[in-house]
């Protein structure tokens, strides 16, 4: 059995995601880990501002967002009584998510991907695809929707929809469709 020492979840701040965040959370309890939590400011959201737009607003505002994303990781860590570090980058989120794992020695990157599928997900991207086909850290993804926003994992259940797919590209699937 592998074990894992450092657990590294992404998050988006987003309510859906709180579901991968538990999920992490009890994988480091089971395995007595530390867990990192990351926020990456996506620098392409000011793509599309005009030049008038005061750069160091949106950029406060980014980063308060952030903040916010990872002291709530922190919050809900207290409760499961597990060591949390909290960094917020700019760049892309799938390639920062990937440099974070490996410069910071990541055992296991555990994400929420929202399970969009046809023109969603080819005009939308997802970041947990990309993390998944880029990393050489495995990848344990867990299925979030507006319906997960407050459920509770239970690690291991049959309810739990999560993949996990190794350095070598290889998958395993668990948990119901």
């Not at 000011?46 to 406060?60: I, K, N, Q, R, S």
Request: overall charge negative; charged content about 25%; some cysteine.
């Amino acid at each position: 059995m592998v074990l894992y020492d450092r657990i590294l979840v992404p998050t988006d701040g987003s309510p859906e995601g709180k579901r991968a965040v538990r999920h992490a959370l009890e994988l480091a309890t089971i395995h007595d880990a530390s867990v990192h939590t990351l926020y990456v400011v996506n620098v392409s959201s000011y793509a599309g501002l005009p030049m008038e737009t005061t750069w160091d607003g949106v950029d406060d505002l980014l980063r308060s967002d952030a903040e916010a994303a990872v002291g709530e990781v922190e919050s809900i860590a207290a409760d499961y009584d597990v060591p949390v570090e909290t960094a917020v980058v700019e760049g892309s989120p799938s390639r920062e998510i990937i440099d974070f794992a490996e410069r910071e020695a990541c055992d296991i990157i555990v994400m929420g991907t929202h399970g969009r599928g046809g023109i969603d997900r080819l005009l939308l991207g997802s970041v947990a695809e990309k993390v998944v086909r880029g990393s050489s850290v495995p990848v344990l993804t867990v299925r979030v929707d507006a319906a997960d926003a407050n459920a509770e994992p239970e690690v291991g259940s049959a309810s739990d929809e999560t993949e996990t797919t190794n350095a070598a590209g290889g998958s395993e699937a668990s948990g119901s469709s």
